[in-house]
């Protein structure tokens, strides 16, 4: 499905959300301006929609997946809304590089 940079580009886009939480809780205690507030309130919004974006692109990739059986589509939409940023990166490695191995140990075992 996809190749490794672009597996790896795909990757980082999916940890991008986590390394912000990260970055948000370690600037909320400080005392700031309402400009630099402002600037912190905007930037979470962005990030907020992206990480939905993400979020409903793992979700088409679990519903019209062919490779996830029927009854584990259910276990994983529930472990993606109730995992959040922390399962994104573990979806993609589920989607993305697993199934790469899989086509790649296939045209091996043909050969």
Request: include cysteine; hydrophobic fraction near 45%; charge should be positive.
């Amino acid at each position: 499905m996809l190749k490794k940079t672009k597996y790896i580009i795909f990757l980082i886009i999916s940890i991008v959300p986590m390394i912000y939480v990260v970055y948000f809780i370690s600037v909320l205690g400080n005392e700031r301006s309402e400009s630099e507030w402002e600037y912190y309130f905007n930037l979470h919004k962005i990030t907020v929609y992206f990480t939905w974006i993400l979020m409903f692109f793992y979700q088409f990739l679990i519903i019209f997946s062919k490779n996830i059986k029927e009854n584990f589509k259910l276990k994983y939409s529930i472990i993606l809304y109730l995992g959040n940023v922390i399962v994104l990166p573990f979806l993609c490695y589920k989607f993305f590089w697993e199934q790469n191995d899989k086509r790649e140990s296939k045209k091996t075992k043909r050969n």
